[in-house]
Every structure is written in structure tokens, then in C-alpha cells.
């Protein structure tokens, strides 16, 4: 079983940025594919933007699209979101997940997950 650790969260004002890291347990194989997703007070988890390990195959969710930015250290085993542009909706939980195989936006087929990352945007 894979553990997930997230941080980096914080309060950021509107337009602001933050960057968040995911640390896995053991080190990441090609195959797994990391994920960001997001859970708001009320809502329900989305995907937000995920990463193929082994090919830096990149996904985004399309409201992130040209603000976040999903990479990887390899030599760190850390996957990193750094967030540009933030806006108040942004605000919830960011969590990360690992699944093995290929791209997925469906939380259902995640297996390992973090205790996740506040974020707060403020306006």
C-alpha cells in the first residue's frame, strides 16, 4: 500500500500562486500514474490535473488549463502542482492519488490517497 503525502497548501490572496508537492512512500514506478484532485466543501471530488510517472504524460483538468502546471523530481520522488493565478473557487482540499496504469480523471479508480492540502483563496 502506497502513502501519499501532500503539502505546500496555505492561504493565498486572488491572482496569487502556490506550489504543492506529493511525496510517495516508496519510490514511484513507470507505471504509476499520480493524480491531483480537489474537494470542495458541498462537492464532489474532481480531477484536477495527473501525471504518468515513467513518460511525463501530462492530463488537466480544462479550468486549470494554462494556470497549473503538473512535473515531477524523479531523484526527489516528488510530483509537484504549481498553481498560477489563483481565484476564490480554487479553494478546497487538494489531494493527491496514485493508481496503476494509465491516465484517469475518475477518483473511483484510485486505490492510495493522501489526507490531502488546504488551499484557501481569498478575494
Known amino acids: 500500500q502506497v502513502q501519499l503525502v501532500e503539502s505546500g497548501g496555505g492561504l493565498v490572496q486572488s491572482g496569487g500562486s502556490l506550489t504543492l508537492a506529493c511525496v510517495p512512500s516508496?519510490?514511484?514506478?513507470?507505471?504509476?500514474?499520480l493524480g491531483w484532485f480537489r474537494q470542495a466543501p458541498g462537492k464532489e471530488r474532481e480531477f484536477v490535473a495527473g501525471?504518468?510517472?515513467?513518460?511525463?504524460?501530462?492530463a488537466y483538468a480544462d479550468s486549470v488549463k494554462g494556470r497549473f502546471t503538473i512535473s515531477r523530481d524523479s531523484a526527489e520522488n516528488t510530483m509537484y502542482l504549481q498553481m498560477n493565478s489563483l481565484r476564490p473557487d480554487n479553494t478546497a482540499l487538494y489531494l493527491c492519488?496514485?493508481?496503476?496504469?494509465?491516465?484517469?480523471?475518475?477518483?473511483?479508480?484510485?486505490?492510495?490517497w493522501g489526507r490531502g492540502t488546504q488551499v484557501t483563496v481569498s478575494s
Open positions: 501525471l504518468q510517472w515513467g513518460s511525463g504524460t501530462r
Open positions: 516508496t519510490r514511484a514506478a513507470s507505471l504509476i500514474f
Open positions: 492519488a496514485a493508481r496503476v496504469g494509465g491516465i484517469s480523471r475518475d477518483s473511483r479508480q484510485y486505490r492510495n
